[in-house]
């Protein structure tokens, strides 16, 4: 009885046409690698161009009292 069970879910559950491929999920992956890439490329010119300078400045004119 339990043996003819499993055998008919194991047939039941390879049978199945639905279900998530390897292809949408590589896809998924990718996309989201891409926009992390972007993502982090874009915060690195964002700091590197405008807040590392700007900051930079600041401190240097912070410890540059002459008084």
């Known amino acids: 009885m339990k043996l003819q ?3 008919a879910n194991t047939s039941r559950v ?3 046409q639905s279900g998530e491929g390897f ?3 590589a896809l998924k992956i990718l996309i989201s690698v ?3 890439a972007l993502l982090l490329a ?3 010119m964002l ?3 405008t807040i ?3 900051l930079t400045e600041r401190i240097k ?3 540059n009292y002459k008084g």
């Open 5 to 7: 069970q499993l055998k």
């Open 14 to 16: 390879l049978c199945q």
């Open 23 to 25: 292809v949408d999920t």
């Open 34 to 36: 891409v926009v992390g």
């Open 42 to 44: 874009g915060l690195y």
């Open 47 to 49: 700091f590197n161009d």
């Open 52 to 54: 590392l300078p700007t």
């Open 61 to 63: 004119s912070l410890f």
